[in-house]
């Protein structure tokens, strides 16, 4: 690792004008990307400003028809949240097949879509609940934050504060983990909410994406039969030593096929 | 150079670290824990999984920093005086292990497993130790080792 300054800010308005007052700085959270990072030298901010205990990053409640969960919110937190598990219980099982135990006491969410690693679990539910990314400076729907392989919305020095999921009727993610790495070869994540039937993909392609033909096949006829022959764009898909285009386009489709029983076998 | 404070198995620590030290080296270099071990040191394998208030963590993906005020627990940390851990006399009488490498991660993550579910089934089991690699025993006497220290503790 290159050297840097660490710096455990004490609040927000700390953490804002520490990384106003330093360009070259990052934010840590549960550091479970920017630690392997640091220690790849692939990075070499001046400072590290820890927003990890932030207690205005925290916490997990429903508002109405939202789950409101803190940035800082560590996965295990939110696998094994009775709120959570009440009111959205595929985003707890979702949380609980994240990496592995270790890193899962660790990560955090707003570390997971600040990142947008394409392979990451968390981006495919943000998108299919039509969640809404709360900054400390604004607020994005989920349609806008993610813009491909690594990229967001996120400004210079813009916080992700905490995330707003919309409650759905139901909804499931099942995924294909890598059996090394446990990052998503493939993962779908399907609800049925106020917005419609949503199909988010993650871990396919270079970045979280919606399948639009699955959503308007499954509006007209809700059954796993609508997703056979369905087009689904394999020039998008990512080709690695693990698997082809071809492949992972079909993986996507099993694990939507998967999701979806799951989902209709939920009242 | 930050000066940290800690709690290690107990005792209250305090020592200057660089900001870019990570856990595991002032647990091994600054503190001589060296039980707690550098596998792959890239948060794959677990061998370097200690708690940290409470919850295991890979030790390699930590700094030492960001554990300033935590209490941890290393594997020098379980046994009392002569009389093993639990989970330490569940390995040795299942012989969870042969080159032993592993074992201290693997018995971090199994006390922690069986804290949060102390009777898991053989799919828990699997899930919960999903953070640690064992390159020679092939899991059986380890998973079998994790159901006898759940015996042990009851």
């Given at each position: 690792?290159?050297?840097?300054?660490?710096?455990?800010?004490?609040?927000l308005?700390?953490a804002q004008?520490?990384i106003a007052?330093?360009?070259?700085?990052k934010l840590?959270s549960?550091?479970?990307t920017?630690?392997?990072?640091?220690?790849?030298?692939?990075?070499?901010?001046?400072?590290?400003?820890?927003i990890?205990?932030l207690?205005e990053l925290r916490g997990i409640e429903?508002k109405g028809t939202q789950l409101v969960i803190g940035a800082a919110t560590?996965?295990?937190?939110v696998?094994?949240?009775?709120?959570?598990?009440?009111?959205l219980?595929?985003l707890?099982?979702l949380?609980?097949?994240?990496?592995?135990?270790?890193?899962?006491?660790?990560?955090t969410l707003g570390g997971s879509v600040a990142n947008n690693d394409p392979?990451a679990d968390y981006p495919a539910a943000v998108l299919a609940l039509d969640a809404t990314v709360v900054t400390n400076k604004r607020e994005i729907a989920a349609g806008d934050f993610f813009q491909g392989m690594f990229a967001t919305a996120l400004e210079d020095g813009e916080i992700v504060v905490r995330v707003r999921f919309n409650i759905p009727?139901?909804?499931?993610?099942?995924?294909?983990?890598?059996?090394?790495?446990?990052?998503?070869?493939?993962?779908?994540f399907?609800a049925?909410g106020a917005a419609?039937?949503r199909?988010a993909i993650t871990?396919?392609?270079s970045g979280v994406f919606r399948?639009?033909?699955?959503?308007?096949?499954?509006?007209?006829?809700?059954?796993?039969?609508?997703?056979?022959?369905?087009?689904?764009?394999?020039?998008?898909?990512?080709?690695?030593?693990?698997?082809?285009?071809?492949?992972?386009?079909?993986?996507?489709?099993?694990?939507?096929?998967?999701?979806?029983?799951?989902?209709?076998?939920?009242? | 150079?930050?000066?940290?404070?800690?709690?290690?198995?107990?005792?209250?620590?305090?020592?200057?670290?660089?900001?870019?030290?990570?856990?595991?080296?002032?647990?091994?270099?600054?503190?001589?824990?060296?039980?707690?071990?550098?596998?792959?040191?890239?948060?794959?394998?677990?061998?370097?999984?200690?708690?940290?208030?409470?919850?295991?963590?890979?030790?390699?993906?930590?700094?030492?920093?960001?554990?300033?005020?935590?209490?941890?627990?290393?594997?020098?940390?379980?046994?009392?005086?002569?009389?093993?851990?639990?989970?330490?006399?569940?390995?040795?009488?299942?012989?969870?292990?042969?080159?032993?490498?592993?074992?201290?991660?693997?018995?971090?993550?199994?006390?922690?497993?069986?804290?949060?579910?102390?009777?898991?089934?053989?799919?828990?089991?699997?899930?919960?130790?999903?953070?640690?690699?064992?390159?020679?025993?092939?899991?059986?006497?380890?998973?079998?080792?994790?159901?006898?220290?759940?015996?042990?503790?009851?």
């Open positions: 690792m290159f050297e840097f300054n660490y710096v455990k800010a004490k609040s308005t700390e004008a520490l007052a330093h360009p070259e700085a840590l549960g550091g479970m920017l630690i392997p990072t640091l220690k790849q030298r692939l990075a070499q901010p001046s400072h590290l400003v820890d990890g205990g207690p429903v560590q996965h295990y937190e696998a094994s949240s009775p709120v959570v598990k009440k009111a219980p595929a707890a099982s949380a609980n097949q994240i990496g592995d135990p270790q890193v899962r006491n660790r990560g392979a009727k139901r909804a499931a993610y099942e995924k294909f983990p890598h059996p090394a790495s446990g990052y998503a070869m493939a993962g779908v399907v049925e419609g039937l199909v871990g396919a392609a399948w639009v033909d699955a959503e308007q096949a499954l509006t007209k006829k809700l059954s796993a039969d609508a997703l056979e022959g369905l087009p689904l764009d394999e020039t998008n898909m990512n080709e690695d030593i693990h698997a082809t285009r071809e492949y992972r386009a079909n993986l996507a489709r099993v694990m939507a096929k998967r999701a979806l029983k799951k989902m209709l076998a939920q009242k | 150079m930050t000066k940290i404070e800690l709690t290690v198995n107990g005792t209250k620590q305090s020592r200057e670290v660089e900001d870019r030290a990570l856990l595991v080296d002032v647990l091994r270099d600054q503190l001589q824990l060296t039980g707690t071990h550098i596998g792959c040191d890239t948060s794959q394998c677990g061998c370097c999984t200690v708690h940290v208030n409470g919850r295991a963590i890979k030790s390699c993906t930590m700094l030492a920093v960001q554990a300033g005020g935590a209490d941890i627990v290393t594997i020098e940390g379980l046994a009392k005086g002569e009389k093993l851990h639990p989970v330490q006399q569940a390995f040795t009488d299942c012989h969870a292990l042969q080159c032993g490498f592993c074992t201290p991660g693997m018995i971090m993550a199994i006390t922690a497993l069986l804290k949060d579910n102390p009777q898991p089934t053989d799919e828990e089991i699997y899930h919960g130790l999903e953070g640690n690699l064992c390159r020679c025993t092939g899991y059986i006497n380890i998973v079998k080792a994790v159901k006898r220290s759940a015996e042990l503790m009851k």
